[in-house]
């Protein structure tokens, strides 16, 4: 609207909901807990249904504060569009579930969150096609296309092993092979990288991490970026036509994903993301800062064998890290030399606690093998690079001193 191209990321932020006027003059988009919505005039009412009104009518669909919300998120990630969902598990499998169809082919990397592997172990069993493949490298996305591909699914920076995805050369070759390109910003958040740069169609984030950034609230969100010609894309259905053509694919993905499927955004929920989102360029700052420090201390360190972090010069993708993104995000793995417990040294630390979320403002320890990928067994997990006494950190906002402190003591 009136806001200037050249406001930050934080003022744009901090100041996104006053543009569409909010009740009262309220500062913050007040929770609208109300399910159904009233109209004066029945033929209102026929329009939002027919899509020739902005309106709401039944909270599964959406609501006014998860709307402010979703509008953030497009702002934040320079796209057209978001629908916003219950958790980044609920916007990933609308993504596919509304835009896949039996027979169509996804070419995927081989390092995706655990989750995301077991839905789409889900989608083969409903006769997807599945490759997955080393997404470091671009030729091997290139080799697994098919005629049937309708999309590439990758994340910027994997966990726990963070493996850099070869963004710009992978939205290169789905721009020129007219294939839909959804990246998985979760790891990065919009404030350290935006996948429209490398020309993603659809951005997939789990606001439940950096965005809302306090462990208080699930979510998550879709946007489209504007830059995928949708009228190449078959599976678009007929009734989903009338929309301009930039909205098609999230038109289809709030219709089939949202309302179909109901993983629905509670208000309430919304509110804390977007409170949470205020401070997202500050916190990831800091959050990058203290996994660096962390990392380098680390890897100098006699009892820990090798440290996993994009931000290390040993890290394979570490130039490319560099020229993709504003900072080489907060989280990072190491390998304990052996003779040294992981549990020991867990149970050690004092600050960080043992936990499996990540994105926290706190800082978080998970030790991989016996927890998070202990389910696939101990020969899946040798083929993945993970070791016995991988341990996972998700870096917080603490005083570095302090982190490095813990560390130090805990290792002894
Ligand atoms: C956590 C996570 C998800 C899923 O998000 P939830 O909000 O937990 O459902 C998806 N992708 C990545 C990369 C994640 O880290």
């Known amino acids: ?4 191209k050249t406001r930050g990321f934080t003022t744009t932020i901090l100041h996104s909901d006053a543009e569409a006027g909010i009740e009262h003059g309220a500062l913050h988009k007040p929770l609208h807990l109300s399910v159904a919505y009233g109209y004066k005039d029945a033929r209102d009412l026929a329009a939002v249904f027919q899509g020739t009104q902005q309106g709401y009518v039944y909270g599964r669909q959406g609501n006014p504060t998860s709307g402010a919300l979703e509008v953030k998120v497009t702002k934040m990630e320079g796209g057209v569009s978001t629908v916003c969902f219950a958790t980044g598990m609920g916007a990933i499998g ?14 995927a990397s081989q390092f995706l969150f655990g989750n995301t592997v077991s839905l789409f172990g889900t989608l083969a069993a409903h006769g997807i096609k599945l490759s997955f493949v080393d997404s470091t490298e671009v030729a091997n996305v290139e080799k697994a296309l098919t005629a049937q ?3 590439v699914f990758v994340e910027t920076i994997a966990n726990p092993r963070t493996q850099v995805a070869d963004l710009e050369r992978i939205g290169a070759l789905c721009t020129s092979r007219g294939v839909l390109y959804v990246v998985d910003n979760t790891m990065t958040s919009p404030a350290l990288f935006r996948p429209k740069a490398v020309n993603a169609g659809l951005i997939v984030n789990s606001l439940t991490k ?3 950034g306090h462990g208080n609230a699930l979510g998550g969100a879709v946007t489209d ?5 949708w009228t190449k894309f078959p599976n678009i259905a007929e009734n989903y036509k009338s929309q301009p053509r930039k909205l098609w694919g999230i038109q289809q993905i709030r219709k089939k994903g949202l309302r179909d499927w109901g993983g629905t955004l509670a208000a309430t929920d919304a509110h804390h993301i977007a409170a949470g989102a205020e401070t997202l360029a500050l916190r990831m700052g800091r959050t990058c800062s203290n996994a660096q420090a962390l990392a380098e201390f680390l890897s100098a360190h006699p009892q820990v064998g090798a440290v996993y972090y994009p931000g290390l010069a040993s890290h394979p993708q570490h130039a490319l890290a560099r020229t993709l993104f504003s900072g080489c995000g907060g989280i990072f793995s190491f390998e304990l030399k052996e003779g040294v417990d992981c549990f020991d040294f867990l149970n050690r630390l004092e600050i960080v606690v043992s936990s499996s979320n990540l994105g926290d403002n706190r800082t978080l320890a998970i030790p991989v093998a016996q927890t998070i990928f202990w389910e696939m067994g101990p020969e899946r997990r040798k083929e993945m690079g993970i070791a016995e006494s991988l341990i996972r950190i998700s870096t917080g906002i603490e005083d570095c001193e302090d982190l490095l402190a813990d560390f130090r003591q805990a290792l002894g």
Do not use: C, K, N, Q
């Open 1 to 4: 609207m009136s806001t200037p």
């Open 149 to 151: 591909t309708r999309l």
């Open 210 to 212: 950096y965005i809302g």
């Open 225 to 229: 970026t504007g830059l995928f010609d």
């Open 94 to 107: 609308a993504v596919m579930l509304a835009l896949l169809r039996e027979g169509d082919h996804v070419v």
